[in-house]
């Protein structure tokens, strides 16, 4: 029998949302957790990951994940402590990253929890340059993207959390990078402060032509994240033999329904024949989830010694996870989203 | 001074097609040709290829080759016979295959010209099963399809020259194997001849229901080579890390707008991300033109064997070459579509 029980904040979906998600597909609420079982432990969550991909599983459209489920806890990585552990591995007081999900407290049974990398300069970076984010920009750039000093290379959300990796990983191998980022402040830091070659603000009338004269040489990756807009412009500057790695969609993520037409899906599959281009969705961990060490080998230095730069974006309290997240999709955040639930 | 000048009997490119191309396209001429200069060989043509891929040649829109200019011959593979010989590596008699054009005669100084693959059962196959196609078909299956006995391909235009090999090499590794062909006659050659698991007629109203219930394990290769139809009722149907090999769009090719709407251009990035799919243009010659001995290799053991199969739809005359043409880009052939120019 348990003397003091622990009560567990955590927000729940209620509803799926059409188009944008509001606070209303979300609720907040506490329930006490039951007692530790042997071979289970008690985190206590510092940091949640605020990432686009939960969009997806707030709709139950097929997609690459199943979807969260009416009043289930939202999915979402975090770094915790264990605060209390019959567990062999783990030990009250050590750090961890999993999967745990929108809440200040979770029981696990270890699957999927890993140690924060060796070397890391502070935890929340499990979520973001060292973490999930981190990686899905090193993998898909460096497996799939495969560049080449001297190309060029696009990518968009280039403040964020994936881009900012994407451009200085590329730059460190020789590459011309441009990125996309929306709005003056973002683009200044983006070029001053990551050292991107240029930035282009989507939101300027003559997007398309300013990303033209960025890429004087055409662009031979591009790494996709966004979609919509930023990719029809790219479309026609990719050169022969050009490498699209798509970690993601974020513009088309609330769409309702397709825009109007003329039907250009044609213009894709034509490019990418006429071009010879190799476009490649991939999911990180479902792709690349046993390269774990690969990616901190290259990226712990790199980030220790200031070569790759980062930002975050930290919101206070779980409460106001909601809240963040649909900014995040607005583009409403300026670098890594991530949400301090409580003191370490 | 030469006795006797050769008359060359060509067809040049009049005007360029807007959709389908038309007789009037083409004009039909002779020429007396020059003597032969030192290092130059004189060719017979005796087969002259027609291939889907010409029809981009005629068109000045970007594509993956210049077009052919106003009052040039038209671009094309063919088998010939060196007539006369100038040139050291060249033997009056030898066979040679090599991008000569739509035309009885030309004149070459070697370069591009090879000669018919050893063990050739009859010369014409170097413009099919053992030429261009062929390769087309192998290389991409092999390089960028990369397939696995037990899974499921589909390939389309099934009894042509390229779909007929795809299927084919794909049955000898294992797979189960999906034809689309226009017709009863076509499906049942591609089921019974080439020894496909099915074959379904686009033609049919419920065409994409019997393509979905041909493949009730879902598709993970998709060799395309037509677009359109086709290509909407496989994009459902695609297994998680599929492959899709582009060679060509033929569907597509005599478009002269794109479709009424909705716009569903995010259609494919969005299943490319989901399915976490590959899929990569290549153009063979371009992308594996040093791989001619590894396609030998393979293939000219299997079809002197008998385990790959062809069929070739030969039509007399050089004269009759555009109708040929132009009914090959609506699917009148049946089989791999040549020419025969002259008598060995």
Chains 1, 2 share one sequence.
Not at 127 to 155: S, W
Not at 211 to 228: H, K, R, S
Not at 317 to 338: D, H, M, S, T, Y
């Amino acid at each position: 029998m348990s003397q003091d029980l622990t009560l567990n904040q955590r927000i729940v979906l209620v509803s799926r949302p059409t188009g944008a998600p509001s606070p209303e597909n979300f609720r907040l609420e506490r329930v006490a957790l039951p007692d530790l079982e042997e071979g289970q432990v008690l985190l206590r969550t510092l940091y949640l990951s605020l990432d686009p991909y939960m969009r997806g599983r707030m709709s139950d459209a097929p997609s690459y994940a199943a979807p969260v489920e009416i009043d289930a806890v939202m999915t979402g990585g975090a770094v915790s402590v264990v605060q209390q552990s019959r567990h062999p591995k783990f030990q009250q007081g050590d750090l961890v990253v999993g999967s745990t999900g929108w809440q200040s407290h979770s029981i696990s049974d270890g699957a999927g929890l890993m140690p924060l990398p060796a070397g890391i300069p502070s935890p929340s970076l499990a979520l973001g340059v060292l973490g999930m984010p981190g990686m899905t920009a090193y993998m898909g750039l460096t497996h799939i993207g495969q560049p080449k000093a001297g190309e060029t290379l696009v990518v968009a959300a280039a403040s964020g959390a994936v881009g900012s990796v994407v451009g200085q990983v590329a730059k460190l191998q020789g590459l011309r990078v441009v990125g996309v980022a929306g709005g003056a402040d973002k683009c200044r830091y983006v070029v001053d402060e990551l050292g991107f070659d240029a930035c282009i603000d989507h939101k300027a009338d003559d997007f398309a032509q300013q990303l033209a004269q960025a890429c004087p040489q055409g662009i031979d990756v591009y790494f996709e994240n966004v979609g919509g807009k930023v990719f029809d412009a790219v479309l026609p500057l990719l050169n022969p033999k050009a490498r699209i790695p798509v970690c993601g969609l974020i513009a088309q993520y609330n769409a309702t329904a397709l825009p109007e037409g003329p039907d250009r899906f044609s213009l894709l599959p034509r490019t990418l024949l006429t071009k010879r281009i190799r476009m490649q969705g991939f999911i990180v961990f479902d792709d690349y989830g046993d390269r774990h060490a690969e990616f901190f080998a290259a990226m712990v230095p790199w980030v220790r010694d200031g070569k790759i730069k980062f930002r975050e974006d930290v919101v206070e309290g779980l409460e106001n996870a909601p809240e963040a997240f649909i900014g995040l999709l607005e583009g409403r955040n300026f670098g890594k989203l991530v949400v301090k639930v409580a003191d370490a």
